[in-house]
């Protein structure tokens, strides 16, 4: 309710400045064209905004808009107002079910299909072979989850000091602390039933064979492509050609350099299948650069 | 002369491109949130590697608090504030300036917020900062509380410079307080005595909340031509353009760059020290002129620290000592210089038969395109699965880290970097999480910076623009909600 609402006063604040509203004109003295100028006079539930715009019109005129969020609101949101869709739907099956549940929402609200891009955020590892990559993806995982941020973890699904618990150990046998709201307050949320979710994580990791270090890695470093760069690219491009994005959010496991390898040996590999660009259009925006349709 | 682009962002942009001259960038704090004001500018320093800082203004006009809509203001008038003979407009003017000085403690208290050497990096330990060194600052005001701590580390300066520029009593007294520099526009030499006389009598009735004296500068519009008499021309020349002779708050010099030299610091009250070196250039008058700034009394004794008045229950900080930017009489030390990177022409990326053209769309079997690759770049900056211990890792704050990152992604052609924003540390236990990289900053700011660096890649980033309990709670009329 109050991003569409803040969205929109934006828009009219954008839309403010007609085109060509500079004239600048030395002769006349005329340094804004007549009727120029369009006072917004938005009086609504959340904001109240009269007077002009305090910009002239920007190259796009409308700047992209990005959204991330997953709740029935969000993806009507989205599909009324986004250009972009920032999405957790990374794995195949889910993200063409995404796809299709979001891009088929569009056309109701006038929009082509092309107006709206959906990129779901995906990490990665890279090897020369995929037992390497795999190799490396695990001890990246080992970096990315100290024995610490395990333990930390777990704390807030139990709500209770797990500290004299080994990481490399089993899972607790205790079940998590329903009051403490400090502890429960953070990564972990919306979780309705604790006792039933440890529960879970329990059998999981006895079947399987985990600790709680392998447990967590299992869910907060899992990598979305870990394989050769030709297996990267070929998977991110079935996703692309098979619809289950349009794309994704690549995101690096370090800082700044993360972004390093997949430029050098995964984009080559997408140039050379003839589905991603090898030079930007000189002077597109990034409106054109995405390839929105209005 | 309307349509002008946002000060702050802009400061962040013409960062990357210079090394020495201070940005000093005018946001007002009428309406603006003193949390996104503060890291704003922490930003720029970052960017600017410690050339940051902020001129505090109000905004009094009626018509700007309808465009913002969060408060209604009467109508302003300037020469019954100068009188002081209307209450209403005293008491209009006491509460603007009363507020922005709330605001230059609440960003001075935030750049505190975290010590210089919170960031420790301890793989032993797994932490990433030591939480003892981050500090709440509590700030509980009439207009707004923000609890804090900053989400961006203290920056280069420590503490960015604060210039206010003032007129008369309550303004002075928002300098005393809080200001590094204040700007005065004495007509003649009486005129700068009595303004002086204003600011010791300011000085008797505010705490101040610097460590360091005020420095008082007088500001001067120049025109400057080889003579005199062009000088005078080109004056008249303007004013009969412009419709009616040119007037400002200031003296206006129209003179060769030599008299205009010899006259400032005879005007900056010779009795006390000069800096020759001390005129800085800032957006001016109607005619597009320069207003210099002339450094004058370095040391007023008036205005003698009497230390940052604060809740002693908390730690106090020790500053780093300042970059000369907060002195400009003192030798300023050679600046690494970082001239803008250009985009690798030559990458092996790219096709040699230098096809300026998009690519050619490949087909699939049945003659139909195929469906194009979208990536953006996301900047791993701060969350719990950045790895920090590797040795490879780099600052998350450091400008060097977001030029690196940017000109890498557009090296690959993506459509676009993208920057998540979070406006409060993460808390485990009632206590702030240590284990993961924290420290981000402003996120339009920093993506300002990031735009002079780069060419074609575009830029996003998540906006929140609600408020939060670090944030600070203004007594606002609506309950907010979250927004992005």
Redesign the interface.
């Given at each position: 309710?109050?991003?569409e609402e803040?969205v929109a006063v934006a828009r009219a604040l954008w839309d403010g400045?007609a085109p060509g509203?500079?004239a600048a004109n030395k002769k006349t003295g005329e340094?804004?064209s007549a009727d120029a100028l369009a006072a917004v006079d938005h009086h609504g539930a959340?904001?109240?905004?009269?007077?002009?715009g305090?910009?002239?019109r920007s190259p796009q005129g409308h700047p992209?808009i990005?959204?991330?969020?997953d709740s029935a609101d969000g993806r009507d949101f989205a599909s009324a107002n986004a250009e972009?869709i920032?999405s957790l739907h990374s794995e195949f099956e889910d993200g063409q079910k995404f796809f299709r549940d979001v891009k088929g929402r569009l056309p109701a609200v006038g929009r082509h299909p092309d107006s709206l891009?959906i990129?779901p955020?995906a990490?990665f590892i890279l090897g020369d072979t995929e037992a390497e990559a795999r190799e490396r993806s695990r001890e990246?995982a080992l970096?990315?989850?100290?024995?610490?941020?395990a333990i930390?973890f777990l704390?807030?699904l139990w709500g209770t000091?797990l500290g004299g618990y080994d990481p490399d150990g089993p899972l607790p046998e205790i079940d998590p602390v329903l009051a403490d709201e400090?502890?429960t307050?953070?990564?972990v949320r919306h979780v309705a039933d604790p006792v039933a979710v440890a529960k879970a994580w329990r059998g999981l990791a006895e079947a399987e064979g985990l600790s709680i270090r392998d447990l967590v890695i299992r869910f907060?470093?899992k990598h979305t492509f870990v394989g050769t760069p030709v297996q990267v690219a070929e998977q991110?491009?079935r996703h692309?050609?098979e619809?289950a994005s349009?794309?994704?959010?690549?995101?690096?496991?370090?800082?700044?350099?993360?972004?390093?390898d997949?430029?050098d040996r995964v984009?080559?590999e997408?140039?050379e299948?003839?589905?991603?660009?090898?030079?930007?259009?000189?002077g597109?925006t990034?409106r054109e650069?995405?390839?929105l349709t209005q | 002369m309307r349509g002008r682009l946002d000060a702050l962002l802009l400061a962040t942009a013409i960062a990357p491109h210079t090394s020495s001259i201070g940005l000093v960038p005018t946001i007002t704090t009428t309406h603006t949130e003193p949390f996104h004001v503060a890291t704003g500018v922490q930003t720029l320093d970052y960017v600017s590697e410690g050339r940051a800082g902020w001129r505090v203004q109000v905004s009094g006009r009626a018509h700007e608090a309808a465009h913002v809509g969060r408060r209604t203001l009467p109508a302003l008038d300037p020469a019954l504030v100068v009188l002081g003979t209307d209450p209403a407009q005293t008491a209009l003017i006491e509460d603007l300036f009363g507020e922005a000085r709330d605001a230059v403690e609440v960003a001075r208290r935030l750049w505190d917020s975290w010590e210089d050497d919170a960031v420790i990096r301890d793989v032993e330990t797994g932490r990433f900062v030591d939480r003892e060194k981050l500090h709440y600052i509590d700030f509980v005001g009439d207009r707004f509380t923000v609890e804090g701590p900053s989400i961006t580390p203290r920056p280069p300066q420590g503490q960015p410079l604060v210039y206010a520029l003032a007129h008369q009593k309550v303004p002075y007294e928002l300098a005393v307080a809080g200001a590094d520099i204040v700007g005065v526009t004495p007509h003649d030499d009486a005129h700068l005595e009595a303004i002086l006389g204003q600011l010791e009598t300011a000085a008797h009735d505010v705490v101040r909340g610097v460590d360091e004296p005020l420095r008082v500068w007088t500001e001067i519009s120049v025109l400057i031509e080889k003579t005199v008499d062009a000088a005078h021309a080109t004056l008249d020349r303007l004013n009969a353009t412009h419709g009616e002779p040119w007037t400002s708050d200031t003296v206006i010099l129209a003179d060769t760059p030599e008299a205009v030299a010899a006259q400032a610091p005879a005007l900056a009250l010779p009795r006390y020290r000069r800096c020759p070196a001390a005129a800085g250039a800032a957006a001016g008058g109607p005619h597009g002129d320069h207003r210099a700034r002339c450094s004058a009394a370095a040391c007023r004794r008036g205005a003698r620290p009497s230390g940052r008045s604060r809740d002693p229950s908390r730690p106090t900080r020790i500053r780093s000592p300042r970059e000369p930017l907060r002195d400009p009489c003192r030798h300023r030390p050679r600046r690494r210089l970082h001239p803008r990177a250009r985009p690798d022409r030559k990458h092996p990326l790219m096709t040699t038969t230098a096809s300026t053209t998009a690519h050619p769309i490949a087909q699939d079997a049945s003659g139909r395109p195929l469906r194009q690759v979208h990536l953006a770049a996301h900047f791993p900056g701060v969350n719990n699965t950045s790895v920090w211990s590797d040795g490879k890792a780099e600052s998350q704050i450091a400008f060097s880290s977001f030029r690196h990152f940017a000109q890498n992604a557009e090296r690959g052609k993506f459509d676009f970097l993208f920057l998540a924003e979070g406006l409060r540390l993460r808390e485990q236990k009632g206590l702030i999480h240590d284990l993961d990289v924290v420290g981000r900053p402003n996120t339009l700011a920093i993506l300002a910076g990031i735009a002079a660096v780069t060419e074609h890649i575009g830029l996003v980033g998540t906006l929140r623009l609600d408020v939060q309990r670090t944030v600070r709670t203004r007594q606002a009329a609506r309950e907010p909600r979250p927004a992005e």
């Open positions: 309710m109050r991003a803040f400045w509203a500079l340094f804004l959340q904001f109240d905004v009269s007077g002009f305090t910009l002239p992209v990005v959204q991330a969020g972009v920032f891009k990129l955020a990490t990246v970096l990315q989850v100290s024995p610490q941020t930390s704390e807030q000091d400090g502890v307050r953070g990564r907060a470093a991110i491009n692309v050609q619809e349009d794309g994704f959010v690549i995101v690096g496991h370090t800082n700044p350099t993360g972004l390093d997949f430029v984009i080559p997408l140039q299948r003839g589905v991603y660009r090898t030079e930007y259009e000189p597109a990034l650069t995405l390839g | -």
